[in-house]
């Protein structure tokens, strides 16, 4: 059996698989493309044998996955597609109520984390599909990541916004860990050599894509709403390496999550 593979929906992940496409590496692997929070469900369920998922759900179920090194999807300050959106500053948001997207854990922990600690609140939370107007019939404020928070950044808005890639670097000097690659340990045993395969490819549609941003904005602008410039933009804000530094600000969020209680502890990072 081919590996199977899953792929983010947004186009944060489209510079590590538009060179796998250009390479023909999807020849060689299935590719299922979903929501992280629901990738991470059916990387556990053993639907999926590589996927990324939300960096703190590889925390919650470490110890029945790996990690690739050197791959995630982070940023150094601001993300600009992870936004609380609020019809009011946000130091006024204290009792009141936040509807959060139901389709990553780690954006949902890091908004608690953002408003708990840095600015001394605390409202009042429900989880929900991203669509903002409904959002916004019952809550004061509300969390958006992927595409959907991209088109509020993209245009001109009468809210108030909160990058909070830049809020996390404000307040805590560290780069943030939105996403982490991860292999089943079961199948990491099983089929060492299609784990490598897959994860070099990765690493070479990665090297590839960050010396050709221009080019891939170009050719996703041709069937998306938002400008080439735009596009570029947003990549180059993004981060994709793994290193120390990156590794720090990891685990500086997770020591956040556990003091929230969204994790009961910390992971020791295990790498293929």
């Known amino acids: 059996m081919k590996p199977r593979v899953g792929h983010i929906q947004f186009l944060n992940s489209l510079p590590l698989y ?16 979903d929501s992280p929070k629901e990738l991470s469900h059916k990387l556990l369920s053993g639907k999926l044998d590589i996927s990324p998922v939300p ?24 993300v600009m597609s992870i936004l609380l959106v609020s019809k009011v500053p946000v130091q006024k948001l204290d009792k009141k ?32 599909p ?10 004061d404020a509300a969390l958006l990541i992927g595409d959907d928070a991209l088109r509020i950044f993209a245009e001109p808005c009468r809210f108030f916004l909160y990058d909070l890639g830049q809020e996390w670097k404000e307040f805590t000097g560290e780069k943030m860990v939105y996403a982490v690659w991860c292999v089943r340990k079961e199948y990491a ?23 050709n941003l221009g ?9 998306d709403s938002f400008s ?16 120390m530094d990156y590794q720090r600000g990891f685990i500086a969020y997770l020591k956040k999550a556990m003091d929230l209680g969204a994790i009961d502890s910390i992971p020791k990072l295990q790498f293929i």
């Open 215 to 223: 080019s891939i904005a170009s050719d996703t602008a041709i069937w």
């Open 130 to 139: 991203p669509d903002l107007p409904q959002m916004f019939r019952e809550a």
């Open 97 to 128: 109520i936040i509807a959060l997207t139901n389709t990553s854990a780690t954006s949902q922990v890091l908004a608690m984390i953002i408003l708990q600690e840095k600015y001394g609140i605390s409202p009042s939370y429900f989880e929900c």
């Open 228 to 243: 080439k410039q735009f596009l570029e933009d947003y990549f180059s804000t993004l981060k994709f390496e793994f290193g």
């Open 55 to 78: 960096s703190i759900e590889y925390a919650r179920h470490a110890e029945k996955l790996v990690l690739f090194p050197d791959l995630t999807i982070s940023s150094d300050g601001k």
């Open 189 to 211: 045993e099983k089929e060492p050599e299609k784990v490598q395969f897959v994860y070099h490819a990765f690493r070479k549609s990665m090297e590839m894509s960050l010396k």
């Open 18 to 33: 538009h060179m796998l496409v250009k390479d023909d590496v999807v020849l060689n692997i299935d590719l299922f493309k």
